[in-house]
């Protein structure tokens, strides 16, 4: 296994991109931060996803998680 981590959260897919060359480039292991319930990713419902981020943000829970072995976690947001 490699000693970096590339940790990586995205929607739309803009930040997968940027972690996955950054990952590339340095031989860092990679791992996509996942919420419980995947999110919405038609660019067109944001402001409903918004909505929803920010509520969920306001429960201070955990909703985030890095599914892989050994990654296994819950983030407070
Ligand atoms: C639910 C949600 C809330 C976001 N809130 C903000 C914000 O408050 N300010 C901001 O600059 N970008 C915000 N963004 C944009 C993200 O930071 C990011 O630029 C965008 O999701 C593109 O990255 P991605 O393709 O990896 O998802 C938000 C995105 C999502 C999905």
């Known amino acids: 296994m490699a000693k970096n981590l ?6 739309y897919g803009t930040a997968k991109k940027t972690a996955e060359e950054i990952a590339r480039q340095t031989g ?4 996509e931060i ?7 990713s038609d660019r067109s419902h944001y402001n409903a996803l918004a909505r929803l981020a920010k509520k969920e943000h306001s429960r201070k829970r955990g909703i985030l998680v890095a599914p892989e072995d050994g990654f296994a976690c819950s983030a407070q947001v």
């Open 6 to 11: 590339v940790l990586y959260f995205s929607v």
């Open 28 to 31: 860092a292991d990679l791992v």
């Open 34 to 40: 996942e919420p419980v319930t995947p999110y919405d």
